[in-house]
């Protein structure tokens, strides 16, 4: 597996092909569900993160961080079909290198909203550390009951 940085073209290669849950999960909470959409959202926001390549140099997955306020994170992730293919040296790379990025003195927060059903997703962040903080019903906008997981950590004192 090889790190590439977030950038439009891997980002709609990924988006294009997304797994189903990962399709399910993010347009439930979108108005749109064009790939290209998403795409653009990520790249022009060009939050901390990284976009992991198989092997052959084909984009698998898009992880990253987007600071909502001063702190408080929105955490994502979407992959294709080979993401087993790259699973286990992304989980070692987000732990590596994207927590650290994120994780500064002024860290509060670092929250994913996962669809109820995407029970692969919800193994993964926990394995990543994060807790399963509630539940939200009729989140998605055909009634899909999501779950919020989060990491959370006492900010640094400042005088």
């Known amino acids: 597996m090889k790190l590439a940085e977030i950038s439009l073209k891997p980002v709609l290669h990924?988006?294009?092909r997304m797994r189903e849950m990962d399709r399910q999960e993010?347009?439930?909470t979108r108005w749109s569900h064009d790939p290209h959409v998403i795409a653009e959202l990520i790249d022009k926001a060009n939050?901390?993160?990284f976009v992991a390549l198989a092997d052959d140099g084909e984009p698998v997955c898009v992880v990253g961080a987007h600071e909502m306020w001063p702190?408080?994170?929105?955490?994502?992730?979407?992959?294709?079909?080979?993401?087993?293919e790259v699973a286990f040296d992304t989980t070692k790379a987000v732990k590596r290198i994207l927590i650290p990025a994120v994780m500064s003195d002024t860290f509060v927060r670092g929250e994913?909203?996962?669809l109820s059903t995407h029970e692969e997703a919800h193994r993964w962040l926990e394995v990543l550390g994060a807790s399963k903080e509630s539940e939200h019903?009729?989140?998605?906008?055909?009634?899909e009951t999501f779950f919020t997981y989060s990491w959370t950590r006492q900010p640094a004192k400042t005088n």
């Open 14 to 16: 990924v988006a294009s």
């Open 47 to 49: 939050p901390p993160g």
């Open 26 to 28: 993010i347009f439930a």
């Open 112 to 114: 994913c909203k996962s």
């Open 137 to 143: 019903p009729c989140y998605g906008k055909n009634g």
């Open 71 to 84: 702190g408080v994170f929105s955490v994502f992730m979407f992959a294709t079909d080979r993401w087993k």
